[in-house]
């Protein structure tokens, strides 16, 4: 099982980027998914979660501006946002756990990160 990230990059303040994270591989169910962030100097936090069943939970820094969402068929979660600002620039890195094809526990998988950089 392999998450691929995408969507990062380079966006002046107040614009919008959204990320995207698929999970790959023989995945037999996949459960909570989400995206963390690191800046440099700081220890890596969550940013936003939902869990297999829709519901969503967001750090105080961004609820209002970002927006997480799944699509199931694709083992897919996306992460919109707006209004971005120069505190937002971190590492991204999404978070999944899954429950590979023949096992019987779910483990903690996450992709390689993508760099979101919020600067004019």
């Known amino acids: 099982v392999q998450l691929q990230a995408s969507g990062g990059g380079l966006v002046q303040p ?20 989400g995206w963390y962030r690191q800046a440099p100097g700081n220890q890596r936090e969550l940013v936003a979660s939902i869990g297999g069943g829709g519901r969503t939970k967001y750090a105080d820094s961004v609820k209002g501006r970002f927006t997480i969402s799944r699509d199931n068929s694709k083992n897919t979660v996306y992460l919109r946002m707006n209004s971005l600002k120069s505190e937002d620039t971190a590492v991204y890195y999404c978070n999944a756990d899954i429950r590979p094809a023949l096992e019987y526990t779910f483990y903690d998988y996450w992709g390689q990160g993508t760099l979101v950089t919020v600067s004019s």
């Open 14 to 33: 107040g614009g919008s980027l959204r990320l995207s994270c698929a999970a790959s591989g023989s995945i037999s169910s996949n459960n909570a998914m």
